[in-house]
């Protein structure tokens, strides 16, 4: 259950790769688990973990971001009803809601008589979702680190309004994605997902033309078949679809929506 | 040199963890690192970090990031004329411009008929962005692991035209930031870098009120004097200041330059 470097990165990339750099297995295997096991994940190691994501860097020292712990089960089912009903967010032993934060900022320095004006630029809210995810795959590298699994929720963004009332956000803060931890439950369900191969991600000195795709497309062919997902497509069938103007799951709001709240504005 | 997770911890937040968890000492004292030793890293090694970073969540496996290696001293140089001239742009073994990236997966798109209109959405742009910033972390905590030491580059956001011809990016590409990559020369100089008390960033059930900074400020007037930085200032006062209407060096451009390269039009 628990892949070497090797066998990971023939996964991940369906060869084999140049150098065994064992030490990075961990870092290799990660998957989203949405089934974990009873067991508890003590408090002083969540402080532990969440101690690394606020060691990520963040530009200037600025820590744009804030971490919010959902464990209310009242709160996790409002949050469910706006996140696609995943089943995970119910039941992980630990919920977080990760948040682009200019709230905490603007307050300090409104202590200072400083009016932080430039908050308003589409600079800071790159910036600001930028801090939030650093911090939170350094939580997740800590987390599996540990054995701990955890799942990505993008859908926090199906409706931000409702989100904003259900965390009593303020103005100035955008809960970018949510994050559910807990011990993974044995054996664990979820393979390793093949990715690009590097050739189509990594390129040299400039942005690469002719970008090889279709060795992908193939193998993911075949990963959709042995997971029972529709086996009829490739990659770029299936990612092509899901970019169309008719997935956008309440996410077409997000503009506007971020400019009421004061992000992204000029 | 080599902090204990307890000793990290305690240059961190200024005080003692509630738990000893060595096994994230690693992840907890990282740095930005500007001086590094002449010993080269080999390019299998950084084949396998960008393996780790290729294997961070993306939303939908769409894995809308990609990564450019620039190694030309010429090109370097361009490159550090954008950003402020730090000098470890020139002189890092490795150097990476990270990329936000709709045009490989518009290009697979269009090979199946598929117009992929809502990467218009603001959506997909943060979406994008958050991509880059998964991956981008994960290969820092994969260098880590190594003994490596990184430092991003935020800077390459101060002219976005001019990158764009740098590196020779297609429309449907933005680089979100650059990174230096290398040995750290020894000893270490930089410092770990205390952050906000934990208390001031994770917050319970919902975003708190009240959030306390007076004692984070104090500590970073006593680490600024420590530093030879200015000592007169606190933590609120300093950032007030970077984040006024004056700071901005070139970045004020970036909600329209955005809009003309296809990203967060709607």
């Keep these: ?22 030490e990075l297995a961990p870092l290799l295997r990660h998957r989203c688990v949405r089934s974990y096991s ?17 060691s990520a860097a963040t530009s200037s020292n600025l820590q744009l971001w804030s971490v ?13 009803a706006v996140a696609d009903d995943q089943y995970q967010i119910r039941n992980a032993p ?28 589409a600079e800071f809210f790159i910036m600001s979702v930028i801090d939030a995810a650093l911090a939170a795959e350094r939580f997740v590298c800590a987390a599996e680190t540990l054995g701990l699994g955890i799942c990505y929720i993008g859908a926090m963004r199906n409706d931000p309004s409702e989100i904003k ?9 955008f809960c970018c ?22 050739e189509a991600v990594w390129f040299r000195e400039t942005y690469g033309l002719n970008i090889p795709i279709e ?14 997902m529709r086996g009829d497509v490739t990659w770029s069938m299936r990612s092509g679809r899901r ?24």
Aim: hydrophobic share 40%; proline share 5%.
């Design 1 to 22: 259950m628990v892949e070497s470097f090797v066998e990971s990165w023939r996964q991940r990339f369906g060869e084999n790769p140049s150098e065994d750099v064992n």
């Design 243 to 266: 970019v169309d103007n008719h997935h956008l799951t309440g996410r077409e709001v997000l503009k506007p929506w971020l400019d009421s709240q004061g992000f992204n504005k000029r």
């Design 68 to 80: 919010i712990s959902v464990q209310d089960k009242a709160r996790r089912e409002e949050i469910a």
């Design 165 to 173: 009332r259900i965390l009593d956000l303020p103005d100035h803060t």
């Design 215 to 228: 060795e992908y497309d193939a193998r993911m062919k075949a990963f959709y078949e042995s997971e029972k």
């Design 177 to 198: 994605f949510g994050m559910c931890l807990g011990w993974p439950e044995e054996p664990i369900k979820e393979h390793i997902k093949p990715r690009l191969g590097q």
């Design 38 to 54: 009873a067991k508890p994940v003590p408090e002083e190691l969540v402080a532990a973990v969440i101690g690394a994501a606020q």
């Design 94 to 121: 630990w919920f977080f809601a990760f948040v682009a934060d200019h709230h905490r900022l603007l307050q300090a320095a409104a202590s200072c008589g400083e009016k932080a004006e430039g908050l308003d630029y």
